[in-house]
């Protein structure tokens, strides 16, 4: 019998569990794919006692994660706790140092540490494997780094949050409350242990900022992501954008500029209705990855949860008993270049613009003469009626023609300083794609 592939198990919650549970159901299948069977050596997690669905009375207990990663007998250390810092930092950079793989789903530590630990990786001749950490159960990290290896990639687009477009997507169908829904999808696994890193962006910066490592061949630049999240929309914002033939989504969105420079956003935008973007729905993502050879190759699959992001986890497991490893982000780490990232305000697009502007005479014209002043162009503009506001407010929803990011800014500037309007305009950018 070839020699088992021995992994010790860091976290046992949503992810570990999912993994501890496949590894049992489906061992005999995943042996004979890998060329050996995968065996669970050792676990951590906080609590010994909790019921993990699995059986893991063959496995060493550790209390700590950090002993395990530099102790165990094991080949491969799966970290699967969260943290950018903390016991999952130390745990990893001990295991690669000592060089056993690592197997991870942790975006904040890739996105914050990757290319100090692919340096480490690389020296140990150990794998850093994250495919569980971008997009859920979609294979984004092996379709870029292998499948799309012939390509110079333009830019990489796409939902990459599932909390966040599970929440959308029900404030659209149920007319619930933002909290209401995130409290559900808490309950189903997909939220981070603070969920404001899905609803705040975060969480989709941090894959966004790994994606364009992979596409541009640069050391993950997370500091230079520009980040909105969600939390400013309401459901009037996704009433009022379905009128004018839009939904509004969270997009992660990173390009390679004619200057060289690399673009990398987060933030709500709208997407037409009639686009492939507008239709995924709930804990869906989606990537659509510019080639230069390929064109256009988008991937879609559950962005979160159990299922799909063990799933992850155990094709990066079972590349290495295959005896498989890649410079984690595709280019060994001495050839990864310097990020030059582009400025947002020098971004350029169409805006969506909802201003509670006071009902009285004179504040349409007020409010157009702000944009007029700041040079904002208007393409449709439309003033809602009273909807149980008391008569005090009204919506006024409009959109630009194309506006540089600094124009609108310095629009938003003088608006917020007016007396007709009401509290902080919600902007939202348009996104043709
Ligand atoms: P989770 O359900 O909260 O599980 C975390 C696990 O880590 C728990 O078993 C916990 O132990 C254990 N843990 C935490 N701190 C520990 C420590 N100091 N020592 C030992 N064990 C510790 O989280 P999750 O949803 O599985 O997420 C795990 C990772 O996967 C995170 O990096 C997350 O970003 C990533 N991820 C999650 C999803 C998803 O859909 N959930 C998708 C993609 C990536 P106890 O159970 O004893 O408390
Ligand atoms: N919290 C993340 C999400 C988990 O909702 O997309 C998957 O990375």
Not at 1 to 17: D, N
Not at 374 to 396: K, M
Request: hydrophobic share 45%; glycine share 12%; charged share 20%.
């Amino acid at each position: 019998m070839t020699k088992p592939l021995r992994i010790g198990l860091a976290g046992l919650g949503t992810v570990g569990g999912g993994v501890g549970k496949i590894l049992e159901q489906q061992g005999d299948r995943l042996a004979s794919l890998a060329g050996r069977p995968i065996v669970i050596s050792a676990v951590s997690a906080r609590d010994r006692s909790k019921d993990r669905g699995f059986d893991q009375s063959a496995a060493v207990w550790f209390d700590d994660p950090i002993a395990m990663a530099g102790q165990a007998d094991i080949d491969v250390f799966v970290e699967l706790m969260g943290g950018a810092d903390g016991p999952a930092k130390v745990a990893v950079e001990a295991a690669l140092a000592a060089g056993r793989h690592v197997v991870t789903a942790n975006k904040a530590l890739v996105a914050h540490h990757g290319a100090n630990l692919a340096a480490i990786a690389e020296q140990s001749g150990a794998a850093l494997n994250y495919e569980a950490a971008v997009a859920g159960g979609i294979p984004i990290i092996k379709a870029m780094r292998e499948g799309l290896v012939a390509n110079s990639i333009h830019s990489v687009a796409g939902i990459l949050n599932g909390t966040c477009n599970y929440i959308l997507t029900e404030m659209e169908a149920t007319g619930a409350d933002f909290s209401d829904v995130l409290g559900d999808a808490q309950k189903l696994g997909y939220a981070e242990a603070d969920p404001s890193f899905d609803v705040g962006g975060i969480d989709a910066a941090h894959k966004l900022a790994i994606l364009a490592s992979i596409a541009f061949g640069t050391r993950v630049d997370f500091g230079s992501v520009y980040v909105e999240g969600i939390e400013a929309i309401g459901i009037d914002d996704i009433h009022f954008a379905a009128e004018f033939g839009y939904r509004v989504k969270l997009l992660g969105i990173t390009t390679l500029n004619d200057k060289g420079l690399v673009e990398q956003r987060v933030h709500p935008a709208l997407v037409p209705l009639t686009s492939p973007l507008a239709a995924v729905s709930g804990v869906t993502n989606a990537v659509s990855v510019e080639g230069s050879s390929v064109g256009n190759v988008v991937l879609e699959g559950p962005g979160a949860g159990e299922g799909p992001t063990a799933s992850a986890v155990i094709a990066d497991l079972v590349d290495i008993a295959r005896g498989i490893v890649f410079p984690p982000f595709g280019l060994p780490h001495s050839a990864l270049s310097a990020p030059r990232s582009a400025d947002m305000a020098d971004h350029s697009g169409s805006y969506y613009l909802h201003v509670k502007a006071a009902d009285r005479a004179g504040s349409m014209a007020e409010i157009t003469k702000a944009l007029a002043d700041a040079g904002v162009s208007i393409e449709q503009i439309v003033q809602h009626p009273d909807r149980g506001q008391g008569g005090e407010w009204l919506p006024v929803v409009l959109l630009t023609h194309e506006t540089r990011e600094a124009t609108m800014q310095k629009a938003l500037s003088l608006l917020e300083e007016h007396a007709d309007v009401v509290s902080a305009p919600v902007v939202i950018r348009i996104e043709d794609r």
